[in-house]
C-alpha cells in the first residue's frame, strides 16, 4: 500500500484550530502518512489583526508554518480542512483560498482526493455542523471523496457526538476531543491510502 500525502490546511484566528491542526499532523503521520501543514492567508486588514493582542500573538506564533499553495493541492492524496465557524460558514479566509482553485477544479486536479474537515465556534452551537456541511458542499463539486468520522469510534460520542467531522467550543483540547480529532485524522489516511494505492 503506497504511502498517503495528506495536506492539512488549517486556518486559525486565535489558536484553537492550529491547535486542532497540529494534533491532525501527529495523528496522520503516525498512521503512515506523509504530510504538510500548511496555514491559509491572512487577509484581514493588517490594522485590524494588530488592534486585538490575541490575534497578532497567534499569527505570530504561526509564522514558521508555510501559507498553503497550489502545488500542495496537487500534491497531496487528501486533505484535512480545519477553520472556525463565521455565521455558521468557514471564515473568509478560508473561503478567499478555495475561491482561487478554480484552475485546478477546471483541470481535474481536484478530482478524486480523500477530504475531511474540522471547526470550532465559541459555543456548541454556533454553526459548526453547517461550517462543515457547507465546506462538504464545496468538496462534493471537486469530486473528492469525503470522509466523515460519521460514529465510527467511541471517542466520537464523548467529544459531543458531530459525525459530520469533529467540532468543539474553542479553547483547549480535552481528552476525548483529542481522541475523536486524531480518530478522524487516522481514519482520512486509511481512507486515502487504500484510494491510492
Known sequence: MAQPKIAIIFYSTYGTNHTMALEAKSASEAAG???????????????????QDAWKEQLDQMSDIKEVS??????????????PTRYGNPTSQMRAFIDTLGPLWMEGK?????????TSANTTHGGQETTLLTLYTTFMHWGTVIVAPGYTDQSIFE????????????GE???AE??????QATRLVKKTAKLAA
Do not use: Q
Open 70 to 83: 497550489h502545488d500542495d493541492m496537487t500534491w497531496a492524496d487528501g486533505y484535512f480542512f480545519l477553520t
Open 33 to 51: 502518512a506523509e504530510v504538510r501543514l500548511r496555514r491559509v492567508p491572512e487577509t484581514a486588514p493588517k490594522e485590524v489583526v494588530e488592534g
Open 178 to 183: 483529542t481522541r475523536a480529532l486524531r480518530h
Open 159 to 170: 467529544a459531543g457526538g458531530n459525525p459530520y467531522g469533529f467540532s468543539k467550543a474553542a
Open 110 to 118: 481536484l478530482e478524486d482526493k480523500v477530504v475531511t474537515a474540522a
Open 173 to 175: 483540547m480535552g481528552d
